[in-house]
């Protein structure tokens, strides 16, 4: 077949299929589009009316159920994990302090650091906490999980805290200091004070919680129930965790809508409590946490809670949504299942799945443009299977189509997802790569090339031998997709005369 001749098959066309079947897929389109927004439209306002009339009628009963149901509930949950990531250190340093090895080594003279080392690293890895330690009364030398720290001092500033403790009647104190053990980062330390048999105190013994680990906790709380998770010291009232809306050291009377609240939550020490602050309603539940002697506070704002809660009301309304959606489903399914065989026809080479030769019509002008616009190389390549017609001579038609088949897998495997590449007519296929200059286009040429004539291509569990030609075409500035496209196919031409299995490039 001349090269002329094969030209004025390409282009001599009476009329532009791609164009036609555009057109028609534009209308059905439009059409579905008109059909699909008007039953939205009646379905919306219908049940839009019957939302607004249950969402005002409801308001009410959804608030009373923040206020006297989830609220409180959410509280219990969060005092449950609490038990669990807060408290638990405090039991931890309760079991140390009473911990009959501990009490018997000070006893005995603190004979062998090293096991009273070992002794606070295990408590340490066991229990995930942040530090552990023991200050004895005797020696007054500080015991770490590490080692031992140093002796405290009553003159030294940083060591106030045991002598503190040391002196206080309650058997324990939580207190937020830097440790020394760990670059000064500041802890949360469980102090618990240690005594033997006979009530002789001898000494200090604890673990200690990163305030980072604590802050992440709160975050947890805060995304798990969505709601605002503070703590307040039992007495002095001040902010010592929480949302990032309130700075840390924030005492609750200083706090607007709330501080006439606060004396009131002091006696009660729990309850649900309503603010206003910022023009919006508050609602809260607070409780007291003994073991921490801290405040917990959970708090939604009324009109967000609103936004979660209208569960309640969409359950309502359930029953209608879902025969909506089932008509609109139906109803843009049919038409989906016509439009969709119209593209699939349109678009789609039924043999191989590649796009067809109506795609790459719409496709390449659209690559030239982007092309032009981002001054960015690209390149056409026409693949041919070389002595096609004796495959189908020899073993049939079917295994002529297995063939192509096969090599539009190979193909594909062989360029990127951006690349386009169609099935052009009968043996021949089109592709084009985008942002791909001489060097790397050429390669990829002989890449797919070399793949094809590699592979292992079979019919009825036969191996047979395919090659194709290849005709590369550089886009030049100006030019049209005919005039590439062109280019490409008098190039395959050649590399065909010359031989086939090659890949030539025009000039």
């Given at each position: 077949?001349?090269?002329?001749?094969?030209?004025?098959?390409?282009?001599?066309?009476?009329?532009?299929?791609?164009?036609?079947?555009?057109?028609?897929?534009?209308?059905?389109?439009?059409?579905?589009?008109?059909?699909?927004?008007?039953?939205?439209?009646?379905?919306?306002?219908?049940?839009?009316?019957?939302?607004?009339?249950?969402?005002?009628?409801?308001?009410?009963?959804?608030?009373?159920?923040?206020?006297?149901?989830?609220?409180?509930?959410?509280?219990?949950?969060?005092?449950?994990?609490?038990?669990?990531?807060?408290?638990?250190?405090?039991?931890?340093?309760?079991?140390?302090?009473?911990?009959?090895?501990?009490?018997?080594?000070?006893?005995?003279?603190?004979?062998?650091?090293?096991?009273?080392?070992?002794?606070?690293?295990?408590?340490?890895?066991?229990?995930?906490?942040?530090?552990?330690?023991?200050?004895?009364?005797?020696?007054?030398?500080?015991?770490?999980?590490?080692?031992?720290?140093?002796?405290?001092?009553?003159?030294?500033?940083?060591?106030?805290?045991?002598?503190?403790?040391?002196?206080?009647?309650?058997?324990?104190?939580?207190?937020?200091?830097?440790?020394?053990?760990?670059?000064?980062?500041?802890?949360?330390?469980?102090?618990?004070?240690?005594?033997?048999?006979?009530?002789?105190?001898?000494?200090?013994?604890?673990?200690?919680?990163?305030?980072?680990?604590?802050?992440?906790?709160?975050?947890?709380?805060?995304?798990?129930?969505?709601?605002?998770?503070?703590?307040?010291?039992?007495?002095?009232?001040?902010?010592?965790?929480?949302?990032?809306?309130?700075?840390?050291?924030?005492?609750?009377?200083?706090?607007?809508?709330?501080?006439?609240?606060?004396?009131?939550?002091?006696?009660?020490?729990?309850?649900?409590?309503?603010?206003?602050?910022?023009?919006?309603?508050?609602?809260?539940?607070?409780?007291?946490?003994?073991?921490?002697?801290?405040?917990?506070f959970v708090e939604r704002v009324e009109e967000d809670a609103l936004?979660?809660?209208?569960?309640?009301?969409?359950?309502?309304?359930?029953?209608?949504?879902?025969?909506?959606?089932?008509?609109?489903?139906?109803?843009?399914?049919?038409?989906?299942?016509?439009?969709?065989?119209?593209?699939?026809?349109?678009?789609?080479?039924?043999?191989?799945?590649?796009?067809?030769?109506?795609?790459?019509?719409?496709?390449?002008?659209?690559?030239?443009?982007?092309?032009?616009?981002?001054?960015?190389?690209?390149?056409?390549?026409?693949?041919?299977?070389?002595?096609?017609?004796?495959?189908?001579?020899?073993?049939?038609?079917?295994?002529?189509?297995?063939?192509?088949?096969?090599?539009?897998?190979?193909?594909?495997?062989?360029?990127?997802?951006?690349?386009?590449?169609?099935?052009?007519?009968?043996?021949?296929?089109?592709?084009?790569?985008?942002?791909?200059?001489?060097?790397?286009?050429?390669?990829?040429?002989?890449?797919?090339?070399?793949?094809?004539?590699?592979?292992?291509?079979?019919?009825?569990?036969?191996?047979?031998?395919?090659?194709?030609?290849?005709?590369?075409?550089?886009?030049?500035?100006?030019?049209?997709?005919?005039?590439?496209?062109?280019?490409?196919?008098?190039?395959?031409f050649q590399a065909k005369d010359a031989g086939r299995n090659r890949?030539?490039?025009?000039?």
């Open positions: 077949m001349g090269f002329e001749k094969r030209v004025n098959v390409r282009y001599s066309q009476p009329a532009n299929p791609a164009r036609t079947m555009l057109s028609t897929m534009i209308f059905w389109h439009n059409d579905k589009r008109k059909l699909i927004t008007t039953l939205a439209v009646l379905l919306l306002v219908g049940f839009a009316a019957t939302t607004l009339v249950n969402y005002y009628v409801s308001k009410g009963v959804i608030r009373d159920s923040i206020i006297a149901s989830e609220l409180p509930l959410t509280s219990d949950n969060l005092y449950s994990e609490i038990q669990k990531d807060l408290v638990r250190p405090v039991l931890i340093a309760s079991m140390m302090a009473s911990n009959t090895f501990l009490r018997d080594w000070v006893t005995n003279g603190e004979a062998e650091p090293a096991r009273i080392v070992k002794y606070l690293r295990e408590i340490k890895q066991r229990n995930g906490t942040f530090t552990s330690f023991f200050i004895s009364e005797r020696t007054r030398i500080y015991y770490q999980a590490e080692g031992v720290l140093k002796k405290v001092r009553e003159d030294e500033p940083r060591d106030a805290w045991y002598f503190r403790v040391r002196g206080m009647d309650a058997p324990y104190e939580i207190s937020f200091d830097p440790d020394l053990a760990n670059k000064d980062k500041l802890t949360t330390f469980i102090n618990f004070r240690v005594h033997d048999d006979a009530g002789n105190y001898l000494g200090v013994a604890g673990v200690g919680l990163a305030v980072d680990t604590i802050r992440g906790l709160i975050n947890k709380y805060q995304q798990r129930y969505l709601c605002n998770v503070y703590f307040f010291d039992q007495k002095t009232g001040a902010l010592l965790f929480g949302s990032d809306a309130l700075v840390a050291g924030t005492k609750i009377s200083s706090i607007e809508g709330l501080g006439g609240l606060a004396e009131r939550i002091k006696q009660e020490g729990a309850g649900n409590y309503q603010y206003d602050s910022g023009g919006r309603n508050h609602l809260l539940n607070v409780r007291l946490v003994p073991e921490l002697k801290w405040y917990l936004t979660g809660i209208r569960r309640t009301l969409y359950l309502n309304l359930a029953i209608c949504v879902v025969i909506s959606l089932i008509v609109l489903f139906a109803t843009s399914l049919t038409i989906n299942r016509y439009q969709g065989q119209l593209e699939v026809m349109a678009t789609t080479d039924k043999l191989t799945g590649l796009a067809n030769r109506q795609a790459c019509d719409l496709l390449i002008p659209q690559a030239l443009a982007e092309a032009r616009r981002a001054k960015a190389p690209l390149l056409a390549m026409m693949i041919d299977i070389d002595h096609f017609k004796y495959v189908n001579d020899r073993l049939g038609h079917p295994a002529g189509d297995s063939m192509l088949t096969q090599l539009a897998q190979a193909m594909k495997g062989a360029l990127r997802e951006s690349d386009i590449v169609c099935r052009w007519g009968g043996e021949e296929f089109l592709v084009v790569i985008k942002d791909t200059d001489a060097a790397p286009g050429q390669a990829l040429a002989e890449k797919i090339r070399g793949t094809v004539e590699n592979g292992s291509f079979r019919w009825q569990d036969e191996p047979v031998r395919v090659t194709v030609s290849v005709g590369v075409a550089y886009y030049k500035e100006g030019e049209t997709p005919e005039q590439l496209i062109a280019r490409a196919d008098k190039a395959l890949v030539h490039v025009a000039a």
